[in-house]
């Protein structure tokens, strides 16, 4: 099992950055794909961002490509997600991830075993 804590969220202007971390309990986080999801007021939450084990693979969704960055340090447990050129329309809370497999359910919350607390963020314009 593994414990997400999220952190770096905040208010911030368009086309501002931040750079959300996801610390993970336990020895095993090498052992786990790692996301980030989203989801603001009223709506579904969707996929923003997913990493390998190794860091080796990314996936990102079409909405943030060019703009957002997943990145891991196993040896710290923790995964990022570098937020740049930031719109209003990235509102919403942040959660991280973990899942066992990487594969073409990568982007589909249900595939996600474990989940943070998530961690706001505001863009204003």
């Known amino acids: 099992q593994v414990q997400l804590v999220e952190s770096g969220g905040g208010l911030v202007q368009a086309g501002g950055s931040l750079r959300l971390s996801c610390a993970a309990s336990?020895?095993?986080?090498?052992?786990?794909?790692m996301g980030w999801f989203c989801q603001a007021p009223g709506k579904e939450r969707v996929f923003v961002a997913a990493i390998s084990r190794s860091g080796g693979s990314t996936s990102y969704a079409n909405s943030v490509k060019g703009r957002f960055t997943i990145s891991r340090d196993n040896a710290k447990n923790t995964v990022y997600l570098q937020m740049n050129s930031l719109k209003p329309e990235d509102t919403a809370v942040y959660y991280c991830?973990?899942?066992?497999?990487w594969g073409p359910g990568i982007s589909d919350s249900d595939e996600y075993d474990y989940w943070g607390q998530g961690t706001q963020v505001t863009v204003s314009s």
């Open positions: 991830a973990a899942d066992l497999n």
């Open positions: 336990g020895s095993t986080f090498g052992s786990y794909v």
